[in-house]
């Protein structure tokens, strides 16, 4: 296919419904996943093929999404499948500025994960406890916590793939001291820094009990997430609120 000639097959130009041009905003949650940016006609990765080698095929859905330079701003983008792939090839594209295109390819997450989990139920009589939440953002957080003061969150992003693998980018890490106020438990962080690490896991959830022999909905992991803190095993515990952050959020 000659660079620049790429249509959809129902013959529409995706240049006309690309959906960016002058849609940009500052607010809305935006869908995980990952971008391939670069001029028309430009060698691109979207899930192993080249977007503009193939055929697209309009969906007719959208996506809203973060722009991958300015992640305040949001963009809607139209799907695509590329045509005839099997199973289906879908990615959201959307030109930027003159000759400039994005491709977008939506992260896949498994919703069995999506809520709060923790292992307090697990260990009867343990003096700390660690929890992990995923949003059905793609973002979440882990907090390990033990009487006496003490907590540590890690906040990131998830994904998972083929194989039941999970990834957490961890982003940002945090520590401080929590104490129970009025029956409200309140967090001082004292120490916040920037973070590039990938945790690669595979993952099981079946049913089981916890240390009271009670029924409990089990999460199991290959491996801890991080040695001394934050373990390989969780019970789910509760839903997460629509809008619930990791407790560090309300830190004074």
């Given at each position: ?246 407790p560090a959020t309300r830190s004074p």
């Amino acid at each position: 296919m000659i660079p620049g000639s790429c249509r959809p097959v129902d013959g529409s130009s995706p240049r006309c419904r690309s959906g960016l041009g002058g849609r940009s905003h500052r607010s809305g949650a935006c869908s995980p996943g990952r971008y391939a940016t670069g001029h028309e006609g430009q060698q691109a990765d979207v899930a192993g093929v080249n977007p503009w080698e193939v055929g697209w095929t309009a969906t007719g859905s959208r996506i809203t999404v973060a722009h991958p330079q300015y992640p305040s701003q949001r963009h809607q983008m139209f799907i695509y499948e590329v045509t005839g792939s099997a199973p289906p090839i879908r990615f959201a594209a959307g030109e930027f500025s003159n000759g400039v295109w994005g491709f977008f390819v939506p992260a896949l997450l498994d919703e069995s994960l999506i809520g709060y989990w923790s292992d307090e139920s697990l260990y009867q009589g343990a003096m700390e406890a660690a929890d992990i939440a995923f949003r059905s953002d793609g973002t979440g957080w882990t907090n390990w916590s033990r009487d006496g003061g003490p907590f540590h969150v890690y906040r990131f992003s998830w994904h998972t793939s083929a194989g039941h693998q999970l990834t957490l980018a961890l982003d940002r890490e945090l520590s401080g001291t929590w104490e129970l106020q009025n029956h409200t438990t309140r967090y001082r962080v004292e120490s916040q820094t920037g973070c590039d690490e990938q945790v690669v896991l595979t993952y099981e959830i079946r049913p089981g009990q916890d240390a009271l022999k009670a029924p409990a909905k089990l999460l199991q992991f290959d491996k801890p997430i991080s040695l001394g803190t934050i373990g390989d095993r969780f019970a789910f515990k509760r839903e997460l609120g629509e809008d619930e952050q990791d407790p560090a959020t309300r830190s004074p």
